[in-house]
C-alpha cells in the first residue's frame, strides 16, 4: 500500500513528464535487473508452461463430431502440453478458486460444488448463471476443453431450492425396483442439467452393515445384488442424459468397524473395512462389476483404509482390481481431499502414490496450483510416469466426449421450470409410496378410511420438511425445519389426500378428547457423514413421550419412522398398532399419505437387518421383511 501522505500531488505537466536520465542510474538500472529476474521467476512459478502456444485450428479433428470419439481424444491429446494435462486431472471446490480466469489458465478439468457451496443467489437461476459461467471461462482456454462441473445431487438435485427431493437411496432400496430407479436418476440429471451441471456424485454402491454409521441412508442396500441393479439402473438413468454418474466410494465402504475412524471427531466414517478376499470379490465387488458393464464414467474411491493402508494409495484395487479386471473404462476421482487426507507423507510424494495406483481426477480440492507444479516435477523426474499421465487424461476427456461436452451446442439445456416440475414431484411422490416399508399392521389397522374419522397427528417429523429430506438438502447437514419451497409434509399430505377426515395437528400430542385414529410421525434430525455416527440410534425423548399421549386418547395409535436407518425401537413403541419406516421420503409427504389412506399398497422391503437392540446380533425384522396391504373393496 502506497503511504498517504498530506502533501498535494504535482500537477502532470508535459514537462514533467519528459524522460530524464536519473542521476543514481547505475542502481535504478539494478533494480529493475532484479525485478526482472524475479518477477519473471514468480510468473514461471506460478503460471502454466504454455501461455505462447497457438490456437488449435478450427477444423482440428476434435472439435468435429463427425470424427470417430478415439480419434478426436487422441488428437486432443496430441496437441496437449504437461501441464495441460495435469491441469485436467484437477478438481477443485468452487470455494476454493482464486479467480474464475483460473479455470482456463490452469486448464482446470473440474470444479464441483462441495454440499452447500451455493452461489449468493440461492435460486436455480443463480446456480445456472454460476455454473455457465464457470463452464465458460473453461471455453476460453487455448485448446476449449469443456469443464466438469460435480454435484452431490443424492436425492434430487437436493441442492438447490425449489428442486424436487426424492427420497435417499435406502428408501429405493426398500423399493427395489430396478426401473423406477432409472426413472428417478433421469427426473435427477435433468434438474441437474437445468442447472448446468453435468456430473452427478451418485450412485453410492455402500453396504451399510452397522446402524451406527451416518451414511446408511446414502446406501441402497446391504444386499450387493440389490446395489448391483439399482446402481446400474441409476448409472443408466443419470447417463442417458448425459450426465456422468458415479459409483462410489470404492470398496468396501459400510463394512468398516465402529471406533476406528481415522477422523478424530468421528467414529465409524472415513474408518478401517473389515473385509478379507472373499468378502471384497463376492460382496464388495459385485455393484461395481454391474456398474463398469453399464460404462459408469467415474468411481469414486472412499476415505477408507484397508488394513493399515489407505485404498487411494492401493495399485492392486484401482489399477489390477478395478480398471484391468473389471474393465472400468472410465476415470477414478478421489474423495474430498482424498490424497491427502491420513496421508502420512508430503503432498508431493502423496500425489505420486495416488496417481501411480490409479487415481486420473483428484479432489483437491482447494490447491490446484501446487498440484499442477508438483505432478510437473514428479514426471520430469519420472517418479510419475508419462504415460500414467497419458492414460488419465484419456480417461478424463473420453468421457467429456461421450457425453457430449464437446458439442453441447447439439444437446439442449432443459428448461429451468424442469427443476420441481409437477412431473418429477409425482413421480417422486410414487416412489416414497413406493419406499415405505410396513413393520407391524395389528388388526389391519392399515389402510385408514378416506372420511369420516377424527385423526390426531403429532410427533417431530409430521410438519417438517427438513426432517423429512434429511441432510445433503440445501445445506450439507440439511435444515431441520418446514422450509423447502414447493414441498409437501407429512402432515401436509394427509391433509390432501383425506380431506374428509377431522385432522387436528399438534408437534407435541397435547389434545383435547379423543381420536379415532393417531399418527405419530417421529424423526431423525438431519446429519450427514461421520456427524450423523451415533452409538445408540433410537427415537428422541419427546417422541417417545408423544407416542405415550397418543395412546391415551386413541385407541389406534400409528407410528410413522422418519430415519436415515433403523432405529432402536423401545417396548412401548413396539405395542403400536401400526409402525411404518418411512425413511427419508424426501419433499412429497404425500407420498406417505397416499399408503395410510390406502390410495397405494405397501409393498417395500428392507433393505438392511432392522435390529433389536444396539449390539446388532439379533434381528427385529430381518433383511427382506415387510408386510403388504390389500386393496379395499
Ligand atoms: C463425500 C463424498 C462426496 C464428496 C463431495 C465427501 O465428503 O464423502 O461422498 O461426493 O464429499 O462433496
Given at each position: ?7 498535494k500531488p504535482k500537477?502532470?505537466?508535459k514537462?514533467q513528464?519528459?524522460?530524464?536520465v536519473?542521476k543514481n542510474?547505475?542502481l535504478w538500472l539494478l533494480?529493475l535487473a ?6 519473471g521467476?514468480?510468473y514461471?512459478k506460478?503460471a502454466p508452461r504454455?501461455p505462447?502456444?497457438p490456437?488449435?485450428?478450427s477444423d ?7 470424427q ?9 491429446l496430441?496437441?496437449m ?5 495435469i ?5 477443485v471446490?468452487?470455494?476454493?478458486l482464486k ?5 482456463s ?11 452447500g457451496?451455493?452461489?449468493?443467489n440461492?435460486?436455480?437461476?443463480g446456480?445456472?448463471k454460476?455454473?455457465s459461467?464457470?463452464?465458460d ?7 476449449g476443453?469443456p469443464?466438469?462441473?460435480g454435484?452431490d445431487?443424492n ?6 431450492p425449489?428442486?424436487t427431493?426424492?427420497?435417499?437411496a435406502?428408501?429405493?432400496g ?5 426401473q423406477l430407479?432409472?426413472q428417478?436418476?433421469?427426473a435427477t440429471?435433468?434438474?441437474?442439467k437445468a442447472?448446468?451441471?453435468?456430473w ?5 454402491l455402500d453396504?451399510p452393515n452397522?446402524i451406527r454409521?451416518g451414511?446408511?441412508?446414502e446406501?441402497f ?8 441393479s439399482?446402481g446400474a439402473?441409476?448409472?443408466?438413468g443419470?447417463?442417458q ?8 466410494h470404492?470398496f468396501?465402504?459400510g463394512?468398516m ?5 481415522n477422523?478424530?471427531?468421528f467414529?465409524?466414517?472415513q474408518?478401517v473395512?473389515?473385509v ?5 470379490q463376492?460382496k ?12 459408469v464414467a467415474?468411481?469414486m474411491?472412499g476415505l477408507?483404509?484397508?488394513g493399515d ?6 495399485r492392486s484395487?484401482l489399477t ?11 476415470f477414478?476421482?478421489?474423495d ?6 491420513y496421508s502420512?507423507?508430503s503432498?508431493?510424494?502423496a500425489?505420486?502414490?495416488?496417481i ?8 483437491l480440492?482447494f490447491d490446484y496450483k501446487?498440484f499442477?507444479?508438483d505432478?510437473h ?5 519420472h517418479?510419475i510416469p508419462?504415460?500414467?499421465i497419458?492414460?488419465?487424461?484419456k480417461?478424463?476427456l473420453?468421457?467429456?466426449f461421450?457425453?457430449?461436452l ?5 444437446t439442449a ?7 420441481g ?11 416414497v409410496?413406493?419406499s415405505?416399508v410396513?413393520l407391524?399392521n395389528q388388526k ?15 410427533g417431530s417429523?409430521?410438519d417438517n420438511?427438513?426432517?423429512q429430506?434429511g ?5 450439507w447437514?440439511g ?7 414447493g414441498?409437501?409434509s407429512v402432515?401436509?399430505g394427509?391433509r ?14 397435547n389434545?383435547?378428547g ?6 405419530a410421525?417421529?424423526?431423525?434430525k ?14 428422541e425423548d419427546?417422541?417417545?413421550?408423544v407416542i405415550e399421549?397418543?395412546k391415551?386418547v386413541?385407541n389406534?395409535v400409528i407410528?410413522?419412522i422418519?430415519s436415515?436407518?433403523p ?5 412401548k ?5 401400526a409402525i411404518v419406516?418411512?425413511?427419508l ?9 397416499d399408503l ?6 405397501f409393498?417395500?422391503?428392507l433393505p438392511?437387518v432392522?435390529p ?6 439379533t ?6 421383511y415387510?408386510?403388504?396391504t390389500e386393496p379395499t373393496?
Open positions: 500500500m502506497p503511504k498517504k501522505t498530506n502533501k500537477p502532470h505537466t514537462r513528464r519528459k524522460l530524464r536519473p542510474w547505475p533494480l532484479l525485478s526482472a529476474f524475479f518477477g521467476f514468480i514461471i506460478s504454455y505462447l502456444l490456437k488449435p485450428p482440428a479433428p476434435y472439435k468435429q463430431v463427425s470417430p470419439l478415439s480419434k478426436r481424444v487422441d488428437d486432443l496430441s496437441r502440453t504437461l501441464d495441460e494435462k491441469g485436467q486431472m484437477a478438481l471446490d468452487k470455494g476454493s479467480k474464475t480466469v483460473d479455470i489458465r490452469y486448464n482446470l478439468g473440474g470444479v464441483l460444488s462441495g454440499a457451496a451455493k452461489p449468493a440461492n435460486t436455480p437461476e446456480w445456472l454460476m455454473v459461467e464457470k463452464k471461462q473453461a471455453k476460453q482456454s487455448r485448446l476443453i469443464l466438469l462441473y454435484i445431487a436425492h434430487g438435485n437436493g441442492n438447490v425449489g428442486s427431493v426424492f427420497p435417499h435406502i428408501g429405493l426398500a423399493a427395489n425396483d430396478a430407479t432409472q428417478v436418476a433421469t440429471a435433468e434438474e441437474i442447472t448446468g451441471i453435468n452427478s456424485f451418485s450412485p453410492s453396504a452397522d454409521w451414511r446408511v441412508y446406501a442396500s446391504s444386499d450387493p445384488n440389490i446395489n448391483a439399482l439402473a441409476y448409472v443408466n443419470t447417463q442424459t448425459q450426465v456422468l454418474a458415479t459409483a462410489k470404492f468396501g465402504t463394512s468397524i465402529w471406533g476406528k475412524s477422523n478424530k471427531d467414529r465409524i466414517d474408518g473395512v473389515a478379507d478376499d472373499a468378502a471384497l463376492n464388495y465387488l459385485v455393484p461395481y462389476t454391474a456398474a463398469a458393464k453399464a460404462e467415474t468411481v474411491v477408507t483404509f484397508w493402508k489407505r485404498i487411494i494409495d492401493d484395487l489390477d482390481k478395478l480398471k484391468n479386471e473389471l474393465g472400468f473404462k472410465g477414478v476421482v478421489s474430498w481431499y482424498g490424497t491427502y487426507e502420512k507423507t503432498n508431493y510424494q500425489n505420486i502414490k495416488t501411480n495406483a490409479g487415481l486420473d481426477m483428484a479432489m480440492p501446487n499442477i507444479s505432478v516435477k514428479a514426471v520430469e523426474r517418479e508419462q504415460s500414467r497419458d492414460d488419465a487424461v480417461r478424463i473420453t468421457q467429456k461421450k457425453a457430449g464437446f458439442d453441447e451446442s447439439a439445456t432443459p428448461p429451468i421450470n424442469t427443476i416440475s409437477q412431473t418429477h414431484r409425482q413421480l417422486a411422490r410414487q416412489t409410496a413406493a415405505a410396513l407391524k389391519d389397522v392399515l389402510p385408514l378410511a378416506k372420511q369420516g374419522s377424527r385423526i390426531f397427528v403429532a417429523g409430521a420438511v427438513g426432517r429430506c441432510a445433503w438438502t440445501v445445506e447437514q435444515i431441520d425445519g418446514n422450509w423447502l419451497p414441498s409437501t402432515l401436509a394427509l390432501q389426500v383425506a380431506p374428509d377426515n377431522s385432522i387436528e395437528y399438534n408437534k407435541l400430542a389434545f383435547n379423543k381420536a379415532d385414529v393417531a399418527i410421525v417421529v424423526s431423525e438431519p446429519y450427514a457423514e461421520g456427524w450423523g455416527d451415533n452409538a445408540n440410534p433410537h427415537l419427546a417422541d417417545l413421550k399421549k397418543l391415551a386413541s389406534k407410528v410413522v422418519v436415515g436407518r432405529l432402536i425401537l423401545s417396548d413403541t413396539l405395542e403400536s398398532d419406516a418411512a425413511w421420503p424426501g419433499s412429497e409427504g404425500a407420498g406417505v399419505a395410510l389412506f390406502g390410495n397405494k399398497l409393498t417395500a422391503k438392511v432392522w433389536t437392540n444396539i449390539n446388532q446380533d434381528a427385529l425384522y430381518e433383511r427382506g415387510g408386510l403388504k373393496s
